[in-house]
Each structure stands twice: as structure tokens, then as C-alpha cells.
């Protein structure tokens, strides 16, 4: 059992969900199995125990063969090296340019999205989160996965936005399901895209503990309790 990685609480952190599912289309494409050593956010020993397994104090962090890797954009790069056959990148050269710059683009952006919108697997919140901004990233974040699913994902099957599941879905994947919890309206495309990944089997093994899990301090909204599922 090579591959494990350090998480934080399931319900909430939008960057766990990330790089566990890189690391689970990893380690899957290899038939091993997966560590995990889940970390409670928001609690006194925190941050002490994020320290103890990263010097960054974040969450998640890889660890393969003696290897400590943290931050997603770099577990996932990592990850395809290490595991080509789970293909994270397309190999194709006009789906890799745009792969890695929807990425990118997610790893670095929707700053108003992230703010107003955090990522919540129980509550449902319909119309809230609508802050400045928020339009403006979800319109850019409409407009991606149409590009993708025009131009690669619908040509090459499957539902994912390059066909098969990569790195830009694992990236993606946390908006996914704040669409659904804030009950964004959504053209059908992207409809079609966000209910592919709530259906998504690995998504559904990260969301399924989730629902288990308490409410945290400063994580409250008024809303219902309404646990993602299609």
C-alpha cells in the first residue's frame, strides 16, 4: 500500500475532494488500494497536525514511496508521471493545451465563487452565495465546460469533459456539487456535466461518509439538510 493521502473533513473541503480523486483514479488504473488519514478542520490541534504532515499546513497531502507531495495542481501532475496509465492528461496535444489550462485556471480562480459558495455535501442553499462576482464565475465556469465537451469530451464518449475522467474533472468536481447545493440554473450542457459527476461512483464514495459527518463552528447556513444524490 503505496499511495495514501491526508484529507480534511469530507463534507467541506473542497481541495481534498480534488486531489483523493486524482489519487483514487491513480491508484484504481494500478488495482491498489488507497490510504487515507482524514485531519478535522477547525478544531484547537489543527493546525498542529496539518504541521506534523506538511509544512504548508494544508490539505491534501500525498504520500508515494517515502514522497510527500501537497498542493492538488502538484499531485496531480505528479500523479500522471507516476501513473500514465490513469490518465489524468489527455495525451492528445490540443486536449492536453486546454486540460492543463482548465486546470490551472480552477487551481488559481472563481476567487467570488469559492468565497460566497463554500463547498457543503448536506446543506442545501438555494439563492444564496450571490455576492459580486459569483455571476461572472459561474457564466466563465459554463463557457469552460461547453468548450470542453464540444471540442473533445462528446466527440471522444463519455460523459466527463475530455470523454474519460482526468485532472480537470477531479479540479472541477467541487463546483459540481455547489451548483447543486446553491441551485445554480445551468444551460443543458452543463447541466448534463454536473449531474455526470454527482453520478460519478468515485465522487459518490467521497460523498457518501460525507453525510455522516458533523456541522462545523463558522459553517452554518439557514437552509435545509438534503444530502447529494441524484
Known amino acids: 500500500m503505496s499511495l495514501s493521502i491526508v484529507i480534511g473533513n469530507k463534507r467541506y473541503s473542497s481541495w481534498s475532494l480534488r486531489g483523493w480523486l486524482a489519487a483514487r483514479l491513480a491508484a484504481d488504473s494500478a488495482g491498489e488500494s488507497l490510504a487515507e488519514q482524514l485531519i478535522w478542520l477547525d478544531t484547537p490541534t489543527t493546525r498542529a497536525e496539518l504541521l506534523a504532515v506538511n509544512p504548508a499546513a494544508r490539505v491534501p497531502v500525498l504520500r508515494h ?12 501532475l505528479y500523479l500522471d508521471r507516476a501513473y500514465p496509465k490513469a490518465g489524468l492528461l489527455p495525451t492528445d496535444g490540443d486536449a492536453l493545451a486546454l486540460c492543463l489550462s482548465v486546470v490551472a485556471e480552477m487551481h488559481s480562480g472563481f476567487q ?9 455535501l448536506v446543506g442545501r442553499f438555494p439563492g444564496e452565495g450571490r455576492a459580486a462576482g459569483v455571476a461572472e464565475d459561474i457564466a466563465r465556469i ?29 479540479f472541477y468536481a467541487p463546483v459540481a456539487t455547489r451548483f447543486f447545493t446553491y441551485e445554480v440554473a445551468l444551460d443543458a450542457v452543463s447541466a448534463a456535466y454536473r449531474d455526470a459527476i454527482l453520478a460519478w461512483p468515485l465522487f459518490l464514495d467521497w460523498a457518501a461518509p460525507a453525510q455522516d459527518e458533523p456541522e462545523l463552528p463558522n459553517h452554518g ?10
Do not use: H, Y
Open 65 to 76: 514511496q517515502g514522497r510527500v507531495i501537497w498542493d492538488t495542481l502538484a499531485i496531480g
Open 112 to 120: 467570488a465563487l469559492r468565497d460566497n459558495m463554500p463547498m457543503e
Open 142 to 170: 459554463q463557457a469552460i465546460w461547453q468548450d470542453c465537451r464540444q471540442r473533445f469530451g462528446s466527440k471522444a464518449g463519455g460523459p466527463f469533459l475530455f470523454g474519460a475522467p482526468t485532472l480537470a474533472d477531479c
Open 221 to 230: 447556513r439557514s437552509g435545509t439538510s438534503s444530502p447529494i444524490s441524484l
